[in-house]
């Protein structure tokens, strides 16, 4: 997570840093972004970061399904049949 997260910080900094210093007169002195600033915009509207979370508990859950396939497994039938012209009942 912490690497997707600098790699969203620089992929964002500088795009957002223009913004900033077009939306900022030049008499004004403009002030350098903070990291919490730039992770808050990321999380807030980086889609990509979010279909990486998505992705990976995708993963978490197929490999919790692959290790299931080896837990024990029980498996039960049963079939009753009275003498006569009953009906029958089994179970599975």
């Keep these: ?33 903070a990291l919490a600033d730039v992770l808050a915009s ?15 508990g995708i993963a978490g859950g197929a490999l919790r399904s692959a290790q299931g396939s080896f837990d024990t497994q029980l498996v039960a039938g049963g079939d009753l049949r009275p003498e006569g012209f009953y009906e029958s009942y089994s179970g599975d």
């Design 42 to 56: 990321v999380e807030a509207h980086y889609p990509l970061l979010r279909a990486a979370e998505a992705e990976r």
């Design 1 to 33: 997570m912490s690497r997707l997260c600098v790699l969203a910080f620089v992929a964002l900094s500088l795009p957002l840093a223009a913004v900033r210093a077009a939306a900022t007169p030049a008499s004004e002195s403009v002030q350098p972004l």
